[in-house]
Antibody
């Protein structure tokens, strides 16, 4: 079964740091790009960050640029999000999601743009 | 930056009825960049439609997508009890952005 499981959320004070993890299983993790998407309480979805399959390409939303760092360990089938200088507005459920971009044998494909596998999410609360 | 607008904000319908959800982009986008997701309370989003009109794996054929340019539509031909949820459209313009969502609730 294709699965993503996030962990690492919790209650943090403003200015604090937190590291989220996402464990992937059931698919060849090192061939897919990955994303983090968040959802503030009662709000819509907000894309946070993207990382290519070999970590060569990384993007961030302006709202987290300079504070969050995405990374992955393909040997451990894991995705990470290091969150520093946390703010109240970072309070959200954080989802990891598999990207439609797929790479194999040095060639990559991405005809359509979507996220097709999502974890259940981990909750981050930033409050004093 | 391309902004997505979804309408209506809430759609109140009965099981068996047809639901038509709209997603409008602030400028023309490729259909390849347009996807739809369903989210139920306390659950992660689920991919329904990609490429504006292709159903994702395992999605029932009562869900269909259409549109091009700036105007896209998600149609649920006959609402089942499990279809009452929030629906988001998504586009890609250098990064992913989502519409604000349409809530389909029971009338």
């Amino acid at each position: 079964e294709v699965q993503l499981v996030e962990s690492g959320g919790g209650l943090m004070q403003p200015g604090g740091s937190l590291r989220l993890s996402c464990a992937a299983s059931g698919f060849t993790f090192n061939t897919y790009s990955m994303n983090w998407v968040r959802q503030a309480p009662g709000k819509g979805l907000e894309w946070v960050s993207y990382i290519g399959s070999s970590s060569g390409t990384i993007y961030y939303a302006d709202s987290v640029k300079g504070r969050f760092t995405i990374s992955r360990d393909n040997a451990k089938n894991s995705l990470y999000l290091q969150m520093n200088s946390l703010r109240a507005e970072d309070t959200a459920v954080y989802y990891c999601a598999r990207d439609s971009r797929y790479c194999s044998g040095g060639t990559c494909w991405r005809v359509y743009y979507y996220m097709d596998v999502w974890g259940k999410g981990t909750t981050v609360t930033v409050s004093s | 930056e391309i902004v997505l607008t979804q309408s209506p904000g809430t759609l109140s319908l009965s099981p068996g009825e047809r639901a038509t959800l709209s997603c409008r982009a602030s400028q023309s986008i490729s259909s390849n960049y347009l996807a739809w997701y369903q989210q139920k309370p306390g659950q992660a989003p689920r991919l329904l439609i990609y490429g504006a009109s292709s159903r994702a794996t395992g999605i029932p054929d009562r869900f269909s997508g259409s549109g091009s340019g700036t105007d896209f539509t998600l149609t649920i031909s006959r609402l089942e009890p499990e279809d009452f949820a929030v629906y988001y459209c998504q586009q890609y313009g250098g990064s992913f952005t989502f519409g604000p969502g349409t809530k389909v609730d029971i009338k």
